[in-house]
């Protein structure tokens, strides 16, 4: 499915544990295996406790996607996880879930609901081409301003960051640490050395890394990398 991945996570030991997920500019619809939901843009690290012989699937939406599919601003559930029969109606949520919950494969299940989701959206418009979110993101990766990137646009900075707001979730600047980490951490787990993954990521030096991934993560990087890997 364009723009969009799908993921499960499960807990098979006799202990639950706690799952830590990473802000990460996506919106995701997640099947618990009771009830489905919509998790917002994060801010900050969120704690999932997730028991023995929970089973987790969801379809996560790329930055700027997931707005237009699920039919609700991005800022609306900044840091919220929503029950899907807030933001759809109830009776479409309920065939929703009947359909996810008697099926044999819940994941593939959940996979064609958001494809139909993606379908239903493009029919009533909803996905036609928006450039300012690909500008922005465009924008953040190669390092312009909030002005740059607005006079490019041909916005206001205050329009720049509503527009933000909307597909996002957050404006330009908190858009940008969070992808900037995501890119950090995608370095870290390949083995570089700190002080590198602070320059190519784009940080200004290694304490700057520190200081921000403790602050999105809520922990240090060496320890998120190890619960990680213990995980």
Same mark, same amino acid.
């Given at each position: 499915?364009?723009?969009?991945?799908?993921?499960?996570?499960?807990?098979?030991?006799? &202990?639950?544990?706690?799952?830590?997920?990473?802000?990460?500019?996506?919106?995701?619809?997640?099947?618990?295996?009771?009830?489905?939901?919509?998790? /917002?843009?994060?801010? &900050?690290? %969120?704690?999932?406790?997730?028991?023995?012989?929970?089973?987790?699937?969801?379809?996560?939406?790329?930055?700027?996607? /997931?707005?237009?599919?699920?039919?609700?601003?991005?800022?609306?559930?900044?840091?919220?996880?929503?029950?899907?029969?807030?933001?759809?109606?109830?009776?479409?949520?309920?065939?929703?879930?009947?359909?996810?919950?008697?099926?044999?494969?819940?994941? &593939?299940?959940?996979?064609?609901?958001?494809?139909?989701?993606?379908?239903?959206?493009?029919?009533?418009?909803?996905?036609?081409?928006?450039?300012?979110?690909?500008?922005?993101?465009?924008?953040?990766?190669?390092?312009?301003?909030?002005?740059?990137?607005?006079?490019?646009?041909?916005?206001?900075?205050?329009?720049?960051?509503?527009?933000?707001?909307?597909?996002?979730?957050?404006?330009?600047?908190?858009?940008?640490?969070?992808?900037?980490?995501?890119?950090?951490?995608?370095?870290?787990?390949? /083995?570089?050395?700190?002080?590198?993954?602070?320059?190519?990521?784009?940080?200004?030096?290694?304490? %700057?890394?520190?200081?921000?991934?403790?602050?999105?993560?809520?922990?240090?990087?060496?320890?998120?990398?190890?619960?990680?890997?213990?995980?």
């Amino acid at each position: 499915m364009p723009g969009a991945v799908v993921w499960t996570q499960s807990r098979d030991t006799d &202990a639950g544990a706690d799952i830590r997920v990473l802000p990460d500019g996506c919106m995701d619809l997640i099947w618990t295996g009771r009830r489905l939901l919509v998790a /917002g843009p994060d801010t &900050a690290a %969120h704690m999932v406790p997730v028991r023995a012989g929970d089973a987790y699937s969801g379809v996560r939406f790329a930055p700027g996607t /997931g707005p237009c599919v699920l039919g609700i601003a991005a800022h609306e559930l900044r840091d919220r996880r929503v029950p899907l029969d807030e933001l759809w109606p109830q009776r479409q949520e309920r065939e929703v879930a009947e359909r996810i919950w008697g099926a044999a494969d819940r994941t &593939a299940a959940l996979e064609a609901v958001a494809a139909g989701a993606v379908a239903s959206s493009a029919r009533r418009g909803r996905t036609r081409r928006d450039r300012v979110p690909e500008a922005v993101l465009w924008g953040v990766r190669h390092r312009l301003t909030v002005r740059e990137l607005a006079r490019e646009l041909t916005l206001s900075e205050r329009q720049l960051h509503r527009r933000c707001l909307e597909a996002f979730g957050y404006g330009p600047k908190t858009l940008d640490r969070v992808l900037r980490l995501a890119r950090a951490l995608d370095r870290a787990r390949a /083995g570089l050395p700190f002080a590198q993954v602070a320059s190519l990521a784009g940080y200004a030096d290694q304490a %700057h890394l520190a200081r921000e991934v403790r602050a999105l993560a809520g922990v240090p990087l060496g320890r998120l990398l190890a619960d990680e890997s213990a995980g």
